[in-house]
Nanobody, 118 residues
């Protein structure tokens, strides 16, 4: 059974920082591209950041320079360090695992709420 479990969300003031964690089980972590997505109320889910198996990263323009994705393959965990948070970063953040080239091998966590007050 595949599980992606996020933690680390919460309420923070603008300019503050949070670190999200996502622990994966039931998959061979090193085979998966790991990512973070977010969904604000009334909006579609959007990509925040991804990291490939080889470590290459991709960020949404809105978070470049403020957020950093990293992964620890030994711990089956992916992180999202969020600095200089803005009210517009408020959303539910979801962890995603995707195995490239294999259909039906995309998994989602349950989400963790991040709220940034102005």
């Amino acid at each position: 059974q595949v599980q992606l479990v996020e933690s680390g969300g919460g309420l923070v003031q603008a300019g503050g920082s949070l670190r999200l964690s996502c622990s994966a089980s039931g998959i061979i972590f090193g085979y998966y591209v790991m990512g973070w997505y977010r969904q604000a109320p009334g909006k579609q889910r959007e990509l925040v950041a991804t990291q490939t198996i080889g470590g290459r990263t991709n960020y949404a323009d809105s978070v470049k320079g403020r957020f950093t994705i990293s992964r620890d393959n030994a711990k089956n965990t992916v992180y999202l360090q969020m600095n200089s948070l803005k009210p517009e970063d408020t959303a539910v953040y979801y962890c995603n695992g995707d195995r490239p080239g294999i259909s039906d091998r995309t998994y989602w966590g349950q989400g963790t709420q991040v709220a940034v007050s102005s």
